[in-house]
């Protein structure tokens, strides 16, 4: 039977799981501000370091115009100038001060962007630093009815804290010198790669388990076919340890996890992270003791305590091996809840992650190429809802919202697989969605049950090419997601067409289709009937 804990892990998971690759936004897109000639830049993030008195202080991160000249993207070709306080502070006038190639900071409001540069530009500063009056950035454009937009300065946007520091810095008779430039980011990420072997290893192991689970229990269930009475077969068979979707389930999943991705768009909060945390932690216990246990029992010295039980209320019967690895699993998972902070946390969250997955993996089955078909469809479907269309309804991307974490004060949600960029001047994490993994992990462990049910190899089973089509969708996201720099990418929208496009072209052309889409494995003979029954 399915435990307590296997068919939380499944609910969580499902209800739960964001389906999305991020990379972190470097350059800001625009379509709604106007472009003209002087006016057409990227909008892109720039690194800010600053030094107090010679001495080296902290780097604060702004945003690059629409105006002026492109930053340098290198930190040995950016110079060190002086920063000096525009006076009138918001640069609508012409400083008082005299100027010879120092940045000038300036506070926003009273007159437009471009307006301050020109001035400045006019004054002789270098660039122009404008401090924003809330602790975000701001895209900033020029009016439609402006004309004067040959501006000879970069302008960097700085949010209301960070401009603030270096304000009060100066008013203390601090010498203050910064650097802006603009670094790019390799061609390609490292962290993608191994997100890639992650995502890929983790439906690999957890098809392999399934179909040798399927396999163990359609031996037992011969076994029994040919010994046992009627009535205990009928039992046997009846005490599956795993959960089938229907087509009707498959179509609610989309509608209850819509539900919940907008609950968590409308009260994402620290708390409610906290309880996020709280029910991760508990789904991760499940399955790093699911999996734990599993791979303890394949050794000899752990068969015995694997299946020797003890009565314990509530639970009932749970192996000894089972209680020696719970008090491991719930001491990882609450160091993790404390220390998910710390720069070394993603480890502890992407274990339990795994462990999780390949937990649901096993216990959650599509009996058919049918409901297979119609999870697959509306997960596509959902994907790109909440990803680009969810943009026209509430302004922005309500999954990348999520799976951010904005406006909780955390580095994103405890839903995803994370991995730090090696190498990114920008630093930060690559991510993809619990969904992109689980949703056609399914389909692929699917497709291996029905290779070692039916009795096919390789060559003329369906895993290796669901599988291959599983790992090419999941490259072109990536591929995707370099060419968009960065913003979040539906990574269902790729591999959905790859896996279940090639699985069903696949069954039409060597004539399976129509097993695959009823029964979904192949017929096997009942050993109580003979040609003479009939």
Not at 18 to 38: E, Q
Not at 372 to 395: E, P
Not at 411 to 422: C, E, F, N, S, V
């Amino acid at each position: 039977m399915v435990s307590f804990g296997g068919v939380y892990s499944v609910v969580y998971v499902f209800l739960f799981g964001v389906s999305l690759v991020l990379a972190g936004d470097i350059v800001h897109h625009d379509d709604v501000a106007p472009t003209r000639p002087g006016c057409e830049n990227n909008f892109v993030l720039v690194k800010v370091p600053t030094w107090i008195d010679g001495v080296e202080n902290d780097e604060y991160v702004g945003v690059g115009a629409r105006f002026g000249p492109t930053l340098e993207s290198k930190e040995k070709h950016a110079n060190h100038t002086r920063v000096v306080i525009a006076d009138p502070p918001d640069c609508c006038s012409k400083p008082k001060n005299k100027l010879t190639s120092e940045i000038i900071l300036v506070h926003r409001g009273k007159c437009s962007f471009t307006t301050k540069a020109n001035i400045a530009d006019e004054a002789g500063a270098s660039a122009i630093l404008i401090i924003n009056y809330r602790t975000e950035l701001f895209k900033m454009v020029c009016e439609e009815n402006e004309t004067d937009v040959d501006i000879g300065i970069p302008a960097v946007m700085l949010p209301q804290d960070a401009g603030l520091n270096i304000e009060r810095h100066i008013k203390n008779n601090s010498m203050v010198s910064i650097q802006l430039y603009s670094p790019l980011r390799p061609l390609v990420d490292v962290a993608e790669v191994f997100l890639w072997l992650m995502a890929v290893g983790t439906i690999l192991c957890a098809s392999y388990w399934s179909a040798w689970t399927a396999r163990e229990a359609a031996i037992e269930q011969e076994k029994l076919l040919k010994d046992a009475s009627d009535d205990y077969v009928a039992e046997s068979v009846g005490s599956r340890g795993y959960v089938e979707i229907s087509t009707t389930a498959a179509v609610l999943f989309v509608v209850l996890a819509s539900c919940f991705l907008v609950m968590l768009y409308k009260f994402m909060s620290f708390w409610f992270v906290e309880v996020l945390v709280v029910l991760f932690c508990i789904g991760g216990i499940e399955g790093l003791q699911t999996c734990l246990v599993a791979l303890l029992s394949c050794f000899r010295w752990f068969q015995h305590p694997a299946q020797t039980f003890v009565k314990i209320p509530f639970f009932g019967a749970v192996p000894y091996l089972t209680l020696a690895v719970t008090p491991f699993c719930v001491v990882f998972a609450v160091v993790w809840a404390v220390k998910r902070h710390a720069s070394y946390a993603w480890i502890g969250q992407d274990i339990l992650g795994i462990a999780l997955i390949i937990t649901v993996l096993q216990i959650v089955r599509i009996p058919n190429l049918k409901v297979g078909t119609v999870l697959l469809s509306c997960a596509f479907l959902y994907d790109i809802l909440w990803v680009f269309v969810s943009k026209w309804w509430f302004h922005e991307s309500v999954m990348i919202v999520v799976a951010r974490g904005d406006k909780s004060g955390e580095d994103g949600i405890p839903m995803l697989l994370k991995l730090p960029r090696l190498f990114d001047p920008w630093g930060g994490y690559s991510i993809i969605g619990f969904g992109d993994i689980i949703l056609p992990g399914l389909l692929v462990a699917f497709s291996l049950r029905y290779d070692w049910l039916a009795k096919k190899n390789l060559r003329a089973g369906y895993f290796v090419w669901a599988m291959t089509a599983y790992g090419l969708g999941l490259l072109v996201t990536y591929v995707a997601l370099n060419l968009m720099d960065g913003h979040g990418q539906p990574a269902l929208l790729y591999i959905v067409p790859f896996t279940l496009g090639t699985f069903l072209s696949l069954g039409k052309k060597r004539g399976d289709l129509k097993i695959l889409w009823t029964r979904g494995e192949p017929e096997r003979p009942c050993p109580h009937h003979s040609q003479e029954d009939n």
